[in-house]
């Protein structure tokens, strides 16, 4: 398999609809703070893209900005053919994060379905969806389960549940599995392939310090470069999908591993 570099701003989305496109974005912070200089980038529907760098060049503020929470201060942003506030507000863009943030007193039930409720959704519609979503994570048993009666990799299964329930078109996870050990990560990211696989058009897009990782499970990988951070390669990983430990043994497995390793450290 021929391994190789992408332009940044080359990527071929010819027949594919863009969900993200960065166009010289950059993000200074009121303190003075460059965490982003000119970042390119387009994500097109059903991508996998994984963002590998050292800390604090500037991942969680691509995030923070391609959800909208924050604006850039240069360059242009669009989300799902919108601004990326508008494009929250449409629930179509969902979060989920190392951190789990369930609600402790209440079911899984109640936690999976908590978007629709403060949306007014039925309670009958809300519990049907929830059953879906908690069915995807292979959680359906544990319906009335308090969080507390879980371990750390089902309370994350319940995060990404709950991410689920408004059937986003762009998932954003920021270091979903970091604080899990080494089996439970691999057992759920061979899940969350399966979640991306059957949702279809689905675009993930997922922050990692773990270079193997980032190549498991994805179509591409963003490398950033140290503060202030610029996107400086794209990898993509012509692995053919579905991938499981066959793929992480691998030759080419290692070859990409290394391919990437060595992008983060020039
Ligand atoms: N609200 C803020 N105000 C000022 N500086 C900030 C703010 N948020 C982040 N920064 C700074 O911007 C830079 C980029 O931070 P960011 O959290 O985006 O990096 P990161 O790559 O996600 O880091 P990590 O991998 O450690 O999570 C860092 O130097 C950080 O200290």
Redesign the pocket.
């Given at each position: 398999m021929a391994m190789r570099v992408e332009e940044i701003t080359s990527h071929d989305m010819t027949g594919t609809q863009l969900l993200v496109e960065l166009n010289n974005v950059g993000k200074v912070?009121?303190?003075g703070?460059v965490?982003?200089q000119n970042a390119n980038l387009k994500a097109g529907e059903g991508e996998f893209l994984s963002f590998v760098?050292?800390?604090?060049?500037?991942?969680?503020?691509?995030?923070?900005m391609i959800t909208g929470l924050?604006g850039p201060t240069h360059g242009q942003m669009s989300v799902l053919g919108t601004t990326p506030k508008q494009a929250r507000k449409h629930n179509e863009t969902a979060f989920v994060f190392q951190e789990h943030t369930l609600l402790p007193w209440t079911n899984l039930i109640e936690n999976v379905t908590l978007p629709l409720s403060l949306r007014g959704v039925s309670k009958k519609q809300r519990y049907a969806e929830g059953e879906r979503v908690l069915e995807l994570v292979g959680l359906k048993d544990y319906i009335k389960s308090l969080p507390r009666q879980l371990s750390g990799g089902m309370k994350m299964r319940v995060s990404i549940a709950r991410a689920l329930i408004s059937r986003p078109k762009l998932l954003l996870m920021?270091?979903p599995f970091g604080a899990l050990d080494e089996i439970t990560r691999q057992t759920l990211q061979d899940e969350l392939l399966n979640i991306w696989s059957k949702e279809k058009t689905m675009t993930v897009l997922f922050?990692t310090?773990n270079v193997f990782e980032a190549v498991f499970l994805s179509t591409r990988v963003v490398v950033?470069t140290p503060?202030p951070?610029k996107i400086s390669d794209v990898i993509p990983i012509e692995a053919p999908f579905p991938r499981g430990d066959a793929f992480r043994s691998s030759n080419d497995f290692g070859e990409y591993v290394g391919l990437v390793s060595g992008c983060l450290k020039h």
């Open positions: 912070y009121p303190n703070t965490a982003v760098g050292p800390s604090g060049c500037g991942k969680s503020t691509i995030f923070n924050t920021d270091e922050i310090h950033m503060r951070g």
